[in-house]
């Protein structure tokens, strides 16, 4: 996401599943895990140490500027952004298991992305971030934004919050990175639009959200993510018609 205006419409296509593990909100009881508030990332001489850290710290900069210039339109109260989990490449980018991220009792695991709302911070494990030299750069802005928006959401009056958790935070996600286009934050590149279709798909399940489905271990579990195509139709929705079709219960 780099040189040139435009939307983030997504071009429907066909794409392989590939199973990976999903930006996800961790929920489990605890202390409160330490963060460090979002900081442009840069290596010692000033400059970004490379492309996922240059993606990785323009997304922070952008997803966080465009909500604490855009909360007052949508709800009340004062915008909070979350923390970052301190991590020695970059705040809130970790590479386990050489670096070990609580959330609570809960040791994040590696190939993720979390909100942990155990003091509202993020973190983003470097193998995850890295499948971008794969997906394209905008997987970076799509998963940071995914993350920020589970912040938001956890700051929101709950009859705003939608039982499909994660299909309204790439709703969300959706609504901010267009909005940060639309703002002059950020600017497209010819295959972004292509690239989060990509993305999404990649980070999908095979089930469609709230699917009974029995896993690996021979339990049953519930989908929560959602399928490709739901994933894509909700990072759309929030992109042409922003926040407030995100919300359920949102008046105006």
């Known amino acids: 996401m780099a040189t040139r205006a435009g939307r983030l419409l997504i071009a429907l296509v066909a794409a392989v599943l590939f199973g990976a593990g999903t930006p996800a909100a961790a929920a489990t009881p605890g202390p409160t895990g330490s963060a460090s508030p979002p900081v442009l990332v840069t290596g010692p001489d000033g400059a970004a140490t490379d492309d996922l850290d240059a993606d990785y710290a323009t997304a922070l900069r952008a997803v966080d500027t465009w909500w604490r210039s855009s909360w007052s339109e949508y709800f009340p109260g004062s915008y909070t952004a979350p923390g970052l989990a301190p991590a020695a490449r970059a705040p809130g980018l970790f590479d386990a298991p050489q670096e070990q991220v609580y959330c609570g009792d809960l040791l994040l695991p590696e190939g993720n992305a979390f909100h942990c709302p155990i003091g509202d911070f993020l973190a983003f494990e470097v193998d995850l971030m890295l499948r971008s030299q794969e997906l394209g750069d905008a997987f970076v802005y799509?998963?940071?934004?995914?993350?920020?928006?589970?912040?938001?959401?956890?700051?929101?009056?709950?009859?705003?919050?939608?039982?499909?958790?994660?299909?309204?935070?790439?709703?969300?996600?959706?609504?901010?990175?267009?909005?940060?286009?639309?703002?002059?934050?950020?600017?497209?590149?010819?295959?972004?639009?292509?690239?989060?279709?990509a993305s999404l798909t990649a980070v999908a399940s095979d089930n469609a959200w709230g699917t009974v489905y029995v896993d690996a271990a021979g339990q049953p579990q519930t989908e929560t993510h959602g399928s490709a195509q739901e994933r894509v139709d909700a990072f759309e929705r929030g992109s042409t018609d922003g926040v407030r079709a995100c919300l359920p219960n949102s008046v105006g």
Not at 147 to 169: C, K, N, R, T
């Open 142 to 197: 799509l998963v940071v934004a995914h993350e920020w928006a589970h912040s938001v959401v956890s700051h929101i009056d709950p009859a705003l919050v939608s039982e499909a958790y994660e299909l309204q935070a790439d709703c969300l996600a959706g609504a901010a990175l267009q909005g940060a286009v639309d703002a002059g934050l950020l600017r497209l590149e010819p295959g972004d639009a292509e690239e989060l279709t």
